[in-house]
Nanobody, 123 residues
């Protein structure tokens, strides 16, 4: 069992930065692949970035490549999402999710979800 709690969301102007954190409880955190997802009003939840549990290999949605960076600190049971050069279209509720396998880091493959944190980017 893994419990996830996101933090770090807020209101920021376009071009600004935010760093989201996802703190996990549970002894097996380091064996889970992790992902950050987002859901804007009226839209489906989408994968933003993923990170493997062992290799640390990362992947990103095309819309955030070069602007967002995902990382993890297994010693602190925490995964981060550094978001730079934010745009109004990045406005959404951001969720972290844990999956047993890297190939499962997609909306339909997540085993555990956090409650989400709101990110609002003003123009």
């Amino acid at each position: 069992q893994v419990q996830l709690v996101e933090s770090g969301g807020g209101l920021v102007q376009a071009g600004g930065s935010l760093r989201l954190s996802c703190a996990a409880s549970g002894r097996a955190f380091s064996t889970y692949a992790m992902g950050w997802f987002r859901q804007a009003p009226g839209k489906e939840r989408e994968l933003v970035a993923g990170i493997a549990w062992s290799s640390g290999r990362t992947s990103y949605a095309d819309s955030v490549k070069g602007r967002f960076s995902i990382s993890r600190d297994n010693a602190k049971n925490t995964v981060y999402l550094q978001m730079n050069s934010l745009k109004p279209e990045d406005t959404a509720v951001y969720y972290c999710g844990a999956a047993r396998f890297s190939s499962s880091v997609r909306v339909g493959g997540i085993d555990y979800w956090g409650q989400g944190t709101q990110v609002t980017v003003s123009s």
